[in-house]
Nanobody, 119 residues
Framework: EVQLVESGGGLAQAGGSLRLSCAASGLTIDRYAMCWFRQAPGKEREGLSCIDSSDGSTYYEDSVKGRFTISSDSATNTVYLQMNSLKLEDTAVYFC????????????WGKGTTVTVSS
């Protein structure tokens, strides 16, 4: 059974930083696109970033490019999202997902971790 468990969410001030983690079990992250999504209150879920751990390639949506950094640790089968220069509009539930292609090919999702950015 595939499980993705996010952690690291919480309260941060605008301009601050948080680091999210996604611990994967039941799959090897090197074999899939590992991605982060978020859903803000009253809004649709949006993709943020993906990593292909087999070659280290990454992708970022414009909304987070230059502020967020995705990385992975194959030894621990964990994916990270370093979030810097947080904005109020980054407040959302953040989800980790695994798939064969971004964004439509995600087949497994975590339950999410909540990030709240305050002024």
């Amino acid at each position: 059974e595939v499980q993705l468990v996010e952690s690291g969410g919480g309260l941060a001030q605008a301009g601050g930083s948080l680091r999210l983690s996604c611990a994967a079990s039941g799959l090897t992250i090197d074999r899939y696109a590992m991605c982060w999504f978020r859903q803000a209150p009253g809004k649709e879920r949006e993709g943020l970033s993906c990593i292909d751990s087999s070659d280290g390639s990454t992708y970022y949506e414009d909304s987070v490019k230059g502020r967020f950094t995705i990385s992975s640790d194959s030894a621990t089968n964990t994916v990270y999202l370093q979030m810097n220069s947080l904005k109020l509009e980054d407040t959302a539930v953040y989800f980790c997902a695994a798939g064969t292609s971004y964004p439509q090919g995600m087949f497994s999702w975590g339950k999410g971790t909540t990030v709240t950015v305050s002024s």
